[in-house]
């Protein structure tokens, strides 16, 4: 499989300029030698992050976004040589509740198809954050079948949590998509900021615990002063990191990988297959779920 | 419109057979004191010294492990062996100030072959590598000192050893580094360059040479095993652009060199069959 991320930087505020610079990235890519299978854009690629009210005027249904992209992949030259999959993050309005979600989207020809669309379960609201003032939490992690195997969507905080990637795995994920916008801070990591070294270590481990790829694309730009940290990259099942990118500044990233990989991967360190069987005993715990038991029973 | 820049992942990622010399050293001087000294209570090592890299490397890391007073490198020339390897091996003896013995195995491979006149150069070679195994096992003996192998994984890998031979001390150093990577060792360690620079020969016949034995150098034996064990099918190691026949050749010698990496076969009558059901560790 042959994956583009489009690491995107968008003009707060201006959505029709981000879309036609999509669609740039889309026809430079269309036109590539070798042809894309899937195009993946940042957590809020055609927004910006930080929208705080005006969240609900840039927030779109999901299958109005679906539209859009496939007219805007369909209207790059060379894009009808085979069909395409694309996910991007984005905000979203769900008949009036709001979501922080991304979209898993397969063009073919005249059609497309909404295979996913992942709502963000980790709103963070502390400090700079506050997207649970605006957005409604997601409340279901799915894995789902693509032309190219399982994959599950975790949206930028999702993936700070080590049980939304391993309950991805147990659910037959095989790639991990991650959308993100991540403020650069700590300066005390060395070469790079602290929050990308983080972002790094734990995909890193991701990758290795549970065999899956990871394909982490994040957001650049600068919005009010908070500079997105970009950093997307491809990492395979054996924790290498294939390709990365800049903190700073709109790029593509490009990478061809074999999904079966993966099998090979859990062949040789089969952690997953143990956390399978041993992971109902530690989750009906009654220290982890007291509201599951029953009064009177240990 | 502005093209953005494109960062493209490597199409194919080479083998990576480099290792971190200096952290491969103090683990396996750790490993040597461990299964001697702590395991077995022995403070000496007893190993044959052949004038190649391999037996030089474990020399050397003996010697770190143990001190030159403890490390007994044995000669074994036969009457053919070069000089050149004698002089080689005299290098490291040089180089580390280790004890040296040379017990030329002529007489006794002789005295057999002798009676075996129609032994071809393969019967001979192993011959040769048999006796060596028992002067330095019965020099073990006499010296109170554990042998020590110097079989590379390469080799062990291809099945290019004689089989209860230059496989049988109890311990190996270097038995899970390629070729290449006891090159690496070799230069970080400071073994003598003649001994590293020059072409690996078993030393069995004149003008041998392990690659000219083998059909292929080290170092392409290297790159395919490195992928080959890392579960990689040949297609795929040819993708790296390595040659279909050089992976058929290897293919062919891995797969056919199973039971050299193995205890012999023994017929399983009841359940309390060795290693099959009386079960304990090596070091229990």
């Given at each position: ?228 940290t970009g950093s997307s990259s491809v990492i395979d ?62 | ?48 010294l052949s004038g190649g890299v391999d037996s030089a ?228």
């Open positions: 499989m042959r994956v583009a991320i489009v690491q995107s930087k968008p003009r707060k505020g201006d959505f029709d300029a981000n879309v036609r610079d999509l669609g740039a990235a889309f026809a430079q890519l269309a036109a590539a030698d070798e042809p894309y299978d899937l195009i993946v854009a940042p957590e809020a690629a055609l927004t910006g992050y930080f929208l705080e009210g005006a969240v609900y005027e840039r927030a779109l249904e999901a299958e109005t976004l679906a539209l859009l992209l496939a007219d805007l992949w369909r209207a790059a030259p060379g894009s009808q040589r085979k069909g395409v999959d694309i996910a991007l993050g984005f905000y979203e309005n769900a008949g009036g509740a709001y979501y922080n979600a991304a979209l898993y989207l397969h063009v073919e020809g005249a059609q497309h198809e909404i295979v996913h669309v992942h709502r963000k379960m980790f709103l963070p609201t502390y400090g700079m954050f506050d997207e649970e003032r605006f957005l409604s939490r997601g409340r279901r992690l799915q894995a789902f079948d693509t032309r190219f195997g399982r994959m599950a969507i975790l949206i930028c905080e999702d993936a700070w949590h080590g049980i939304m990637p391993t309950l991805a795995a147990v659910k037959g994920a095989q790639v991990l998509l991650v959308p993100s916008a991540s403020p650069g801070r700590g300066l005390a990591a060395g070469s790079e900021l602290e929050s990308v070294q983080h972002w790094r270590n734990v995909m890193r481990s991701y990758a290795i615990e549970h065999g899956v790829f990871v394909i982490y694309a994040g957001l650049a730009g600068f919005e009010g002063g908070k500079g997105m099942p054996f924790g290498e990191t294939l390709v990365t990118a800049p903190a700073l500044g709109a790029c593509v990233l490009s990478a061809e990988i074999d999904v079966s990989d993966v099998d090979l991967a859990r062949s040789r360190l089969p952690l997953l297959g143990d956390l399978r069987s041993v992971l109902p005993d530690l989750l009906f715990d009654p220290d982890v779920m007291p509201h599951l038991t029953q009064p009177g029973v240990a | 419109m502005t093209l953005l820049p494109i960062i493209e992942a490597p199409k194919l990622r080479p083998p990576d057979l480099t290792i971190d010399t200096a952290l491969a050293t103090e683990w396996l001087v750790a490993f040597l004191r461990d299964e001697l000294v702590e395991r077995r209570g022995v403070r000496n090592a007893v190993l044959g490397v474990v020399a050397f890391l003996a010697v770190r492990a143990l001190g030159a007073e403890h490390v007994h490198a044995i000669r074994m020339p036969y009457r053919t062996s070069s000089p050149d390897s004698l002089a080689d091996a005299q290098t490291v003896i040089d180089a580390l100030g280790c004890a040296a013995h040379t017990i030329d195995i002529s007489g006794a491979v002789d005295g057999y072959l002798a009676l075996e006149p129609e032994a071809d150069a393969r019967r001979r070679g192993n011959v040769m590598a048999r006796t060596r195994m028992l002067v330095l096992f019965d020099q073990s003996a006499k010296l109170a000192a554990l042998p020590v192998g110097t079989g590379n994984k390469t080799e062990r890998m291809m099945g290019y050893f004689t089989w209860h031979a230059d496989d049988s001390p109890p311990v190996n150093p270097i038995g899970d580094l390629f070729k290449t990577q006891v090159w690496q060792l070799a230069r970080h360690l400071g073994v003598p360059l003649r001994v590293i620079d020059k072409p690996p020969s078993a030393d069995l016949e004149a003008n041998q040479t392990d690659e000219s034995d083998l059909g292929i150098t080290y170092l392409q034996a290297d790159r395919i095993l490195s992928l080959m064990l890392a579960g990689r099918g040949d297609e795929k190691i040819v993708a790296h652009g390595i040659c279909a026949s050089d992976v058929a050749l290897v293919r062919r010698r891995v797969e056919n060199t199973h039971w050299k990496r193995h205890l012999p076969t023994t017929a399983l009558l009841t359940n309390t069959a060795i290693n099959e059901f009386y079960l304990r560790p090596v070091d229990y």
